[in-house]
């Protein structure tokens, strides 16, 4: 059974950085795509960050230039290296592995709990 611990969130000020860690048991990085997302109060979860099997990177144009994604197989964790911190950024990060089609649309088999990042002006 696969599982996601997220780390690394906290309070920053705006123009601060934060990183965060996603540790995942289970050799799963060179079989899954890994992801990022958030949820802000009141808001749907969006796409942050993914990295692919093969190494490719994308990220929404929210976060483009200030985000970096990464992930360390031999310590089986995925990181988001945050620059530039806007207070929209505030929400709940969640890491999530292996994405699939359900049908209707792209999901992801794997969840973490979730870390808190809080970004004040």
């Known amino acids: 059974q696969v599982q996601l611990v997220e780390s690394g969130g906290g309070s920053v000020q705006a123009g601060g950085s934060l990183k965060l860690s996603c540790e995942a048991s289970g050799y799963i990085f060179s079989r899954c795509d890994m992801a990022w997302f958030r949820q802000a109060p009141g808001k749907e979860r969006e796409l942050v960050s993914i990295?692919?099997?093969?190494?490719?990177?994308r990220y929404a144009d929210s976060v483009k230039g200030r985000f970096t994604i990464s992930q360390d197989n031999y310590k089986n964790t995925l990181n988001l290296q945050m620059n530039s911190l806007k207070t929209d950024d505030t929400a709940v990060y969640y890491c999530?592995?292996?994405?699939?089609?359900?049908?209707?649309?792209?999901?992801?088999?794997?969840w973490g709990q979730g870390t808190q990042v809080t970004v004040s002006s």
């Open positions: 999530a592995a292996c994405e699939y089609y359900n049908g209707d649309t792209w999901d992801y088999t794997y």
């Open positions: 990295v692919s099997t093969d190494g490719t990177t």
